[in-house]
């Protein structure tokens, strides 16, 4: 059997995205050899790319990949000495059939998701490796995607695995009493590289593309938990609005997105998914923000929005994790449920505390909440104020029109 | 895998050895070491006041009070343990007094 090129080219391509971590993950649980893992899953998808055309599609592409793999790790491994004692360990490995298994190879990612966002690493190294491990991005796309020298970025992930080996960290799922904290960790990094792509889209590689395909696998390998299905519905939603966020590089804020251009496929997966979550009863920051999000990908319009809803969901995220940015939204969701003063009211109590000092979002909020109070003189002064704060172009260029059109 | 359990603070409490043998948190502490038999070596260290710093520059052996860094936090005891993992070694450290209030570092020791 022979395949038409371009259809193999797809079919790797494809096997790529889909198997690439759990071929990577197969060999770290059998060698606990990263690097090695990396270059024999490396070599597996080279071998595809040579015999497919020839043999055609194997009917389970994942097994074949894994078991090629495995086979470059045993002959690597023979090569030499050290190896060869670390063959005899691996019973599994010296076991590794000629031909692919039949059963279904169990899926490791979850134990290398778990690895890679270890709390025991940088924060940036997590993500690095997360991207390189999981999703097979190369040191050079992660570096391009955070700004990063490309050296700098290839010793991060060089100390990272050096850490994981030398200071034992445990190749496994955490056990139950480490769950919550550990799955918040990787929710964490999943929500970084979204909004890297977010912020930063890179033409190469969609991040937050790969971000929202990790979350639908960490979900397989999670069913049970609400919180990857509330950051999966949350990143649907933002995604949905994507297209309309910026105008010519302004920031076009939601009240003047143009809704008919979100994306409705996406809008109505994110509330499936959150349902979904929020059935199972265990409320967490994540199925909030996404629930807040749904608020506002549902209306017809700002003034069609249901406010009280949203100043309630922001009141509960403020207790479930506490923290000044979460307040200065309640305050904007305050003041259109209850009136322009309750809302400033709430933002000048921010103001007093200086916990959001030098942020430029508090100043921006209050500008508008006294331009919509006719406040004209007052609005001028914390637009001024927050321009001077703004860290982006398209933010100091919106900034600069409201100021003009007062 | 072995690890040394260096438990620093900036020894503003400093409490006494009576009074480490009453607290009900490192009691509970060292029962869990030994539960788990995963104490090979542990020693509490004098405070810095005491402490000396050798240095060699060019062959000139340099003495000096105090201790080798200057930080807010000191040593003040080492505790060797060898159990399952980095995950294992948290749990213990966790454990300490004084991770309440100082903090526990964990080194895996080169072997």
């Known amino acids: 059997m022979t395949a038409d090129a371009d259809v193999v080219r797809a079919a790797v391509d494809a096997a790529y995205r889909e198997e690439w971590g759990q071929v990577v993950a197969t060999l770290i649980g059998l060698t606990r050899d990263w690097d090695l893992a990396e270059d024999c899953a490396q070599e597996a998808f080279a071998a595809a790319l040579a015999t497919w055309p020839r043999d055609g599609v194997p009917a389970r592409p994942g097994a074949w990949l894994t078991t090629t793999a495995k086979h470059r790790a045993t002959d690597r491994l023979r090569r030499d000495t050290a190896g060869q004692a670390k063959l005899r360990q691996l019973a599994v490995l010296a076991r590794a059939p000629e031909q692919p298994p039949v059963e279904d190879i169990p899926d490791e990612r979850l134990r290398l998701i778990f690895t890679c966002c270890h709390p025991a690493l940088p924060f940036e190294a997590r993500v690095a490796l997360t991207l390189r491990t999981l999703a097979g991005l190369s040191t050079a796309e992660i570096a391009r995607a955070f700004l990063v020298a490309e050296p700098s970025m290839a010793q991060r992930i060089v100390r990272a695995k050096r850490k994981i080996a030398e200071a034992g960290i445990p190749y496994r799922v955490p056990p139950a009493e480490l769950l919550p904290e550990r799955l918040a960790a990787v ?58 966020r910026t105008d010519d590089g302004v920031l076009v804020p939601l009240e003047r997105q143009d809704r008919s251009r979100w994306d409705r496929t996406l809008i109505d997966e994110g509330v499936a998914v959150l349902d979904d979550a929020l059935t199972r009863r265990r409320r967490g920051p994540y199925q909030l923000q996404a629930a807040i999000a749904a608020c506002h990908a549902t209306a017809p319009g700002p003034a069609g929005t249901d406010w009280p809803q949203i100043a309630a969901l922001y009141a509960e995220l403020g207790r479930l994790a506490p923290s000044p940015v979460v307040e200065l939204n309640r305050a904007v969701a305050v003041a259109m449920a209850d009136g322009v003063p309750a809302g400033l009211a709430l933002v000048d109590e921010l103001t007093a505390s200086g916990r959001l000092d030098g942020y430029h979002l508090l100043p921006a909020t209050r500008a508008d909440l006294l331009r919509r109070d006719g406040r004209v003189d007052a609005a001028r ?22 100021l003009r059109t007062l | 895998m072995k690890y040394a359990l260096l438990i620093c603070d900036d020894e503003k409490i400093s409490p006494s050895m009576e009074e480490m043998d009453a607290d009900p948190v490192h ?23 005491s402490a000396t ?5 060019d062959g000139e052996t340099l003495v000096s009070d105090g201790p080798f860094a200057e930080t807010k936090d000191f040593v003040g005891g080492v505790v060797l343990i060898e159990c399952a993992d980095l995950d294992e070694a948290i749990a213990i450290a966790a454990g300490h007094p004084y991770a309440q209030w100082g903090g526990v570092e964990i080194r895996p020791v080169w072997e």
């Open chain 2, 27 to 49: 009691r509970a502490w060292q029962a869990d070491l030994d539960r788990r038999g995963a104490e090979l070596l542990g020693m509490r260290l004098r405070p810095v006041a």
């Open chain 1, 187 to 244: 929710l964490a990094v999943l929500y970084l590289i979204f909004n890297q792509g977010y912020d930063e889209p890179d033409g190469a590689r969609d991040l937050a593309g790969e971000a929202i395909h990790l979350a639908r696998v960490l979900i397989r390998l999670l069913p049970d938990e609400p919180e990857p299905r509330g950051l999966l519905a949350l990143m649907l939603l933002h995604e949905a609005r994507r297209s309309t």
């Open chain 1, 381 to 402: 002064t914390a637009y001024e104020e927050a321009l001077a704060l703004a860290p982006s172009e398209a933010e100091r260029r919106y900034l600069t029109d409201r």
């Open chain 2, 53 to 57: 710093t050798v240095r060699v520059r």
